[in-house]
């Protein structure tokens, strides 16, 4: 029994040690709604959002980061997934870039992480969100009436 918990309590240490991959953005003061508008600014509107706003899946792009019209024929296609993490300012925002090749047929498998091309994207959102600070909003989207 003893044995056991031990066991339990080394998985649940091993678990909470995880850290995310990509680049990371540390302390943005601006508020979600604001980090928002600019992931759209700069990426169009996504693939897919969580339904509580902070993870954000953007359209296939290509090695670069520019979005693509058409990912349907390369052999080769990137995405970006964005997360918005913490319960209040400051936020801290991950940035992966996620590479899919083509398997067989129209079949796309996850072959890894563009260190590099996340790093540029992260460096490219941070300054959009430094831009921002002027529109900046004092309270968290407060409306008092």
Known sequence: MFKNFI???????????VTPTGAVIYES????TETRKVIFKMF?????????????????????????????KGKERRFAHITILGERRPYKIVVNAVVE???EGNVYEIAGDDEALSE??????KNELLKSL?????FDDFKPF
Not at 7 to 17: A, G, P, R, T
Not at 29 to 32: A, G
Not at 120 to 125: E, F, P, T
Not at 134 to 138: L, V
């Open 29 to 32: 003061d601006i508020s979600l």
């Open 101 to 103: 090749t083509l398997v």
């Open 7 to 17: 066991i339990f309590i080394n998985f649940f240490f091993l678990l909470s040690c």
């Open 44 to 72: 169009g509107e996504p693939k897919s959002i969580s339904q509580n706003g902070r993870e954000l899946i953007t359209e296939f792009m290509d090695k670069k980061g520019r979005i693509l019209e058409s990912a349907k």
């Open 120 to 125: 540029s994207l992260a460096k490219d959102l």
């Open 134 to 138: 002027d529109n900046r909003n004092m």
